[in-house]
T-cell receptor, first 113, second 111 residues
Framework: DGGITQSPKYLFRKEGQNVTLSCEQN?????MYWYRQDPGQGLRLIYY???????QKGDIAEGYSVSREKKESFPLTVTSAQKNPTAFYLC????????????FGPGTRLTVL | GQQLNQSPQSMFIQEGEDVSMNCTSS?????WLWYKQDPGEGPVLLIA?????ELTSNGRLTAQFGITRKDSFLNISASIPSDVGIYFC???????????FGTGTRLQVFP
């Protein structure tokens, strides 16, 4: 089945450690996105990528990094520089360009202990 | 970042009732999307609107793209318990590559 997968579903990390969240899609979509969701709030854009080997900062990129070496993969690294990393992280993709409808993965809940 | 004004923030209704929620923006949008999110899951696309005045249905759900291009509403008819969740609107304008999300409407349905 086509879709977007994120792993792991739950992730725990000690303060001061970097952690990488996985996002894979087999929809043949060009554009991919990372969002952060905090309780009771909407989605805030962290990074997005419209083509392989290219990505742009979103509204809250500080403390995060990404790579886009393959069309189907867009991993997000939460670095120790991120002051408040505990949140629900959502990956999305869209077909041709950034203006197309976005489809979301199931999310990863990151908890920093 | 900019966010849409979505209302109401939460709704508590009885099964069988109709529901209405809306989003407004200070900017003109060329796309309006409505998503539903269950607890601990990613948002699922319900309806996509691409044209001012467009009215689109998906089962018991109906959404409209406001004629001013600055608002959209979502109606759910004859609500059922599985309608429980958070509903988000999202909009995109011509001069940006990014979706802007509303803050969500939390829907609770009581039997």
């Amino acid at each position: 089945d086509g879709g977007i997968t994120q792993s792991p579903k739950y992730l725990f990390r000690k303060e001061g450690q970097n952690v990488t969240l996985s996002c894979e899609q087999n929809l043949n979509h060009d554009a991919m996105y990372w969002y952060r969701q905090d309780p009771g709030q909407g989605l805030r854009l962290i990074y997005y990528s419209q083509i392989v080997n290219d990505f742009q900062k979103g509204d809250i990129a500080e403390g995060y990094s990404v790579s886009r070496e393959k069309k189907e993969s867009f991993p997000l690294t939460v670095t120790s520089a991120q002051k408040n990393p505990t949140a629900f992280y959502l990956c999305a993709s869209s077909k041709d360009r950034a203006r197309d409808t976005q489809y979301f993965g199931p999310g990863t809940r990151l908890t920093v202990l | 970042g900019q966010q849409l004004n979505q209302s109401p923030q939460s709704m508590f209704i009885q099964e069988g009732e109709d529901v209405s929620m809306n989003c407004t923006s200070s900017s003109i949008f060329n796309t309006w999307l409505w998503y539903k999110q269950d607890p601990g899951e990613g948002p699922v696309l319900l309806i996509a609107l691409y044209k001012a005045g467009e009215l689109t249905s998906n089962g018991r759900l109906t959404a409209q793209f406001g004629i001013t291009r600055k608002d959209s509403f979502l109606n759910i008819s004859a609500s059922i318990p599985s309608d429980v969740g958070i509903y988000f609107c999202a909009g995109q304008s011509y001069n940006t590559d990014k979706l802007i999300f509303g803050t969500g409407t939390r829907l609770q349905v009581f039997p």
